[in-house]
C-alpha cells in the first residue's frame, strides 16, 4: 500500500519517515559542500560565488544567513555582503549579478533587483548595521508606486518600476 504525501509530510514531522535519516544526511552534505570549496568563498573574489569555479558574484547569496545555511556573522557571509555591497549594487539598489558578464545569456543592463535589496537589508540588521538597513528599507518603501505595489526590478536611471509585476517576493518578507 502507497503512502499519500500528506501522511509521509504527517509522520516526517512525527520523526516516523524512513526518509528521514537520509535526508538530513544530503542536506549536511550540501551544506559541507557549500561551505567548503563548492560554490562558497572564491579566493579571487573573497566571498560567494554564483556557481562552483565561477568568480561571479550573484545577490541570491544573500539569503545564505536568511535561511540559516550559515549564521550572519560567519566571515564568508560578512564578506560576501561586502563584495555585494562593492560590485552589485548601483545607484544604492542591489542588482542580482553583473549583467555585463554575459553569464546569462541575456542582453546587459536589468535594473535593480527589489527582492535582492531587501535581503541586503536583511543582512545589515542580522551583522548590526541597523541604520544602513532602515535607510535601504525605507528607500525600497519609497519605490511603491500609488496603490503600494512594488515590481520585480527598477531602474533608478528612468525612475521606473519594470519586470514582473507586481512582483510577490518583494512583498513576501
Known amino acids: 500500500m502507497r503512502k499519500s504525501f500528506a ?27 557549500g561551505s567548503g570549496d563548492g560554490a562558497s ?16 558574484l550573484d545577490a541570491s547569496a544573500l539569503l545564505l544567513p536568511l535561511v540559516g545555511f550559515l549564521p550572519a ?6 564578506s560576501t555582503v561586502e563584495a555585494i555591497e562593492r560590485h552589485l549594487v548601483h545607484d544604492g539598489l542591489v542588482h542580482r549579478y553583473d549583467s555585463e558578464a554575459g553569464v546569462d545569456g541575456l542582453p546587459p543592463g536589468e535594473g535593480a533587483f527589489l527582492a535582492c535589496s531587501f535581503w541586503l537589508a536583511q543582512n545589515l540588521v542580522l551583522l548590526d548595521r541597523r541604520r544602513e538597513a532602515l535607510t535601504l528599507f525605507g528607500r525600497l ?4 508606486n500609488d496603490v503600494g505595489l512594488l515590481s ?22
Open 7 to 33: 501522511k509521509v509530510l504527517l509522520n516526517a514531522g512525527k520523526g516516523r519517515d524512513p526518509r528521514r535519516g537520509k535526508l538530513r544526511e544530503s542536506a549536511g552534505e550540501g551544506k559541507r559542500q
Open 41 to 56: 568563498a572564491s579566493e579571487a573574489v573573497g566571498a560567494f560565488v554564483q556557481s562552483y569555479g565561477s568568480k561571479h
Open 73 to 78: 556573522h560567519d566571515e564568508r557571509v560578512r
Open 141 to 144: 518603501l519609497s519605490l511603491r
Open 152 to 173: 520585480e526590478q527598477y531602474d533608478p536611471k528612468t525612475l521606473r518600476l519594470l519586470g514582473n509585476f507586481p512582483q510577490a517576493l518583494s512583498h513576501m518578507r
